[in-house]
């Protein structure tokens, strides 16, 4: 069975669809989150970095069309960091054809992890170290050019919400010049999550055709987020400083769609049948204020 394109939202329309509600959204988190982060230092600084995300994407399972989104590559990315979340976007082309004559293969994707932090202690243990629990809303989109021409082209989308563990340091010994401005911080989050295929296409049809590749099915997701940066304040000018960061994201996807809130419940608690999809790596340099 030979598929061919339908009529799909275009990857800019879906991305753009994808920011607009990652704005629409963060204007009731950024309350959420002032409220949560009553106790939070206000100097925290934010970033804006660069890097290389190297990516280990893994969807489709046996038969004919077994692999045909899989992708291992390293892809440029942008980051903006802050104590209260990060917007990651990454791209890349020239993604392995597996043999199918095509001239080129592209991804895109954009993941959000933004809300407030519940701080459990300030100044923990006299020093200037604040321990907290970061909580996050989680929207996600990856775009995936298939090896195959003939093949739909894969729009992921996924929503979730989760906790986890973080502190920021202000480095308390040394000149008042390194004491005032070198901040270093780091959060890990588990964030289950909802996932599923965005717009109608032929995704359908290669379900139907070959139940292995479950690209139009909704399933859970189970995303493990580790994040950690060294900021530099005021050394580039009074409020503009240097950072460098890195970035551990990990997937899971269960293996069959959710029916109760016990599989949600289990995604939270690192229970029930996962499969690894994707795991990315990115060290970042960049700019803070």
Do not use: C
Not at 55 to 62: A, Q, R
Not at 212 to 234: H, K, Q, V
């Amino acid at each position: 069975m030979v598929l061919r394109h339908r009529d799909a939202p275009t990857v800019p329309v879906l991305l753009s669809t994808f920011l607009l509600g990652v704005f629409l959204a963060a204007g009731p988190l950024a309350a959420g989150a002032q409220a949560l982060s009553e106790s939070e230092e206000d100097g925290s600084p934010t970033a804006l970095s660069v890097g290389n995300l190297s990516t280990d994407f893994t969807f489709g399972g046996s038969g004919e069309n077994a692999g045909v989104y899989n992708y291992n590559t390293n892809s440029q990315a942008l980051m903006i960091s802050g104590s209260n979340g990060s917007l990651l976007v990454d791209y890349a082309s020239s993604l392995d054809t597996g043999g199918f004559d095509r001239d080129t293969r592209r991804t895109i994707g954009a993941e959000a992890l933004f809300g407030g932090n519940a701080t459990l202690f300030d100044d923990f243990l006299r020093l200037p170290l604040s321990i907290y629990v970061p909580i996050r809303v989680n929207l996600d989109y990856r775009y995936v050019q298939p090896q195959n021409p003939d093949l739909t082209n894969l729009h992921r989308g996924a929503g979730g919400l989760g906790a986890g563990g973080g502190a920021e340091l202000q480095l308390p010994v040394g000149p008042d010049f390194i004491k005032d401005n070198l901040f270093v911080r780091g959060s890990a989050v588990l964030v289950p999550a909802v996932a599923t295929s965005l717009g109608g296409n032929d995704a359908d049809e290669i379900v139907n055709d070959d139940p292995s590749i479950e690209t139009s099915r909704t399933r859970m997701r189970r995303m493990l987020n580790i994040n950690l940066e060294a900021l530099f304040t005021e050394l580039l000018g009074e409020s503009t400083g240097v950072m460098a960061g890195y970035t551990f994201r990990a997937y899971g996807r269960s293996q069959q769609e959710p029916s109760s809130v016990g599989d949600v419940i289990d995604a939270a608690t690192l229970e029930g049948d996962y499969r690894e999809t994707s795991v990315q790596h990115m060290i970042r340099i960049g700019l803070s204020w």
